[in-house]
């Protein structure tokens, strides 16, 4: 069988999601290993992953882009995108889940659940990912499958069910009870640490296996009605009974299987390899995908066909030294071929492929055609973004984009010289295009050039790639942080435009409502075509979208807020798009000033591990940061101390725990949400501002 040429059933399309350092990297490596793709396994602690390609991946051990690869198990096709865990990269985990059939979630056996495996679990269930949870790190001091399962049956509204048990734990882990075949495998070859034996299972764990055992049959019958029926019946429960039964329930998102291993110590990474084969789907087991027609706006379906017409989601951009930008698609539907025209129906724009390749990390492989069910990189779509559409020109459809969270965090730039000018501007422009989350504005009170990101890695990252990648040198300011701005209270308000500008005329109506709203942001017309020419009401919406980008108070976005129009009038002779646009546009900024914008700061969830002896001076310190606590959890010796806390008060925290635990605190965090800033602290943040 062809290494690529897989009929779709067995093709799975899979990515490892988790909290930094669970063990993504180095799981993805061994799978590379075992199923021969790679001949010796990259550690990331010496910075030789295959996957952590990137020079800041090497040098800082973490993971910062996605990274796709294919493997072949069992003559089986596995698509895998090894994602970040760290919060500023989140967008590299949402645009993988948007475009994949499943996940492998990955907890570590001591830490557990921790804030980011929460995180990437809420990113997964927005796309309804099935998923398998791999408990590692079993080899490690302090680790607990069972804390693990607790922990998670706590944290997440969906049937947990253990299909492994662990065989002894830390030091003494030597291997994996299988409950489904029941059978343990061992690894006990000094001579061969990726040796493994299938044995029965050891006398000491024979009561135990079967409780789980019976424990997991019991659990399955209560969502499975084939397998309730024999359950009932008291029919004998097959091995075949209970996989199907397990497939079933975990490709209809109504169970989590719960597998064991060590990843760094090479134990069960085959066992999830069949694990993956076995229970997660392939595209065939998905959902016809949805979209949209362009222009009738049309709901349409596109099952996964190599036959049907063609249709793929760009996920991610690239920019390849010699090949320019490449567009990194997951296939949907039909087929497309090199030389092939085909159109980027976000965009109305239509370009032919290049080149296609499949990847292996930063490694392409070219092919000539690429069919559903594939991932793969196309070149030659110089204008598609992330997001973007690609389908056949005469069978157009748009499907649903990825959402990415907004900036929080900027900081000044400027060219090191004038020569470097226009370079370091288009060199930004083509990363913005790449990266959903990374912005770069000018500052209309100041003239300065501003980038935004999720954190201040996130733009430590991009300042060293500016650097290394670009040899470009600009001078950087201190971070500070996006505020955003919204209102308290609803107003209706009218805006007459009746202007003569030159020698021309020019008249438009616009009666707006502005009321607080959850979402970021919604818009309603309450006039229809018929009342106001279709142009007019287009350069209205489009206005008050272009208008929530610059508040009142000090230019920073408006969120949460509907914009409802409520009224409209035109004069036939002297009213006109622009005028519109004018009028809704002063009508919103009217409705602001009497509304009374108020300013929000980025909230921040923050969850800081300690010895329990300086949980005071963390708690103290974290007052003076106007935290909010909001609970500890205790971890033998440790709490996890969990609070919110304004982002403008962290930076440069590490350094800061680092001094009051003696190097021996750490902590996580990630954006909540916004909130009004504390009336105490309003009055200086203004005038770091320049508000008065």
């Not at 979630?105 to 001591?110: A, T, W």
């Not at 065989?167 to 009870?177: C, D, R, V, W």
């Amino acid at each position: 069988m062809g290494f690529f040429f897989v009929i779709m059933k067995d093709i799975r399309n899979i990515g490892i999601i988790a909290h930094i350092d669970a063990g993504k990297t180095t799981t993805t490596e061994r799978i590379l290993f075992y199923t021969g793709k790679v001949h010796r396994i990259g550690e990331v602690d010496d910075g030789a992953a295959t996957m952590d390609w990137m020079q800041q991946e090497k040098e800082r051990g973490m993971t910062i882009g996605s990274a796709t690869t294919s493997v072949i198990w069992k003559e089986n096709k596995i698509n895998i995108i090894d994602t970040p865990g760290h919060i500023d990269f989140t967008a590299e985990v949402e645009r993988a889940l948007r475009v994949l059939d499943g996940a492998v979630v990955i907890f570590s056996g001591v830490e557990g659940v921790e804030p980011q495996s929460e995180t990437v679990w809420k990113q997964s269930n927005k796309y309804s990912l099935p998923k398998i949870a791999f408990i590692n790190k079993m080899d490690r001091l302090g680790a607990d499958f069972y804390r693990v399962v607790d922990a998670m049956r706590d944290k997440f509204n969906i049937p947990i069910i253990e299909i492994q048990l662990p065989i002894g734990k830390e030091n003494e882990f030597k291997g994996i009870i299988d409950l489904v075949k029941m059978k343990a495998y061992i690894w006990d070859d000094e001579k061969d640490k990726h040796k493994f034996t299938e044995m029965i299972i050891p006398d000491e764990y024979k009561k135990k296996a079967d409780d789980y055992h019976n424990l997991m049959i019991e659990e399955l019958a209560n969502y499975d009605n084939g397998l309730l029926e024999k359950v009932l019946a008291e029919e004998e429960i097959s091995e075949n009974d209970i996989c199907e039964a397990l497939r079933r329930l975990t490709i209809a998102y109504k169970i989590i299987p719960v597998i064991t291993g060590s990843s760094k110590k090479n134990k069960g990474i085959q066992l999830l390899l069949d694990a993956v084969v076995d229970y997660l789907p392939s595209p065939l087991d998905r959902p016809p995908v949805e979209g949209i027609h362009p222009n009738s706006r049309d709901t349409i379906h596109r099952n996964p066909d190599p036959k049907a017409p063609f249709c793929g989601l760009v996920f991610k951009i690239d920019i390849d030294k010699h090949l320019g930008k490449l567009v990194y698609m997951r296939v949907y539907s039909g087929t497309a071929s090199v030389k092939e025209m085909l159109l980027d129906a976000t965009y109305n724009d239509k370009s032919r492929i290049n080149k296609l390749f499949m990847l292996h990390s930063n490694r392409r492989m070219e092919v000539n055609s690429v069919s559903a069910g594939e991932i793969c990189a196309v070149a030659g779509f110089r204008n598609s973004l992330t997001g973007s559409t690609i389908c056949h020109p005469k069978h157009q459809i748009i499907l649903e984009k990825p959402i990415f969270p907004e900036p929080v965090v900027s900081v000044s730039i400027e060219p090191k010289n004038k020569e470097e000018e226009e370079k370091l501007l288009n060199t930004l422009q083509r990363m913005q295009e790449a990266d959903p989350t990374f912005k770069v504005f000018e500052n209309e009170e100041t003239g300065q050039m501003l980038i935004s990101g999720m954190g201040e890695l996130h733009i430590e990252i991009i300042v060293d790639r500016l650097k290394r990648e670009f040899e470009l040198h600009p001078r950087i300011g201190k971070p500070i942080v996006t505020y955003r701005e919204t209102i308290s209270k609803e107003i209706i308000l009218d805006y007459e435009f009746n202007r003569v500008l030159g020698q021309k005329h020019m008249y438009a109506y616009t009666k707006l409502k502005i009321e607080p709203y959850e979402d970021i942001y919604a818009y309603e017309s309450m006039i229809n075509k018929d009342n106001l020419p279709k142009e007019f009401l287009n350069a209205i919406e489009e206005s008050l979208k272009s208008s929530i980008n610059n508040g009142i108070i000090a230019g920073f976005p408006v969120i949460n807020i509907k914009v409802t129009l409520i009224d409209a009038k035109y004069d036939i002779q002297n009213s006109d798009v622009n005028a519109f646009g004018f009028a809704a546009a002063q009508n919103f900024k009217n409705i602001l000033k009497e509304a009374g914008s108020v300013l929000l700061e980025p909230i921040m969830k923050l969850d800081v591990n300690v010895p329990e002896d300086y949980v005071g001076n963390v708690i103290n310190d974290l007052n003076i940061k106007y935290a909010s606590i909001h609970g500890f959890d205790n971890f033998d010796d440790r709490q996890v101390i969990h609070a919110e806390v304004p982002l403008s008060e962290m930076f440069g925290y590490s350094n800061q725990l680092r001094t009051i635990t003696q190097g021996r605190g750490v902590f996580t965090m990630e954006f909540s949400c916004f909130k009004c800033i504390a009336n105490e602290k309003l009055s200086k943040i203004k005038e770091n501002l320049g508000i008065y």
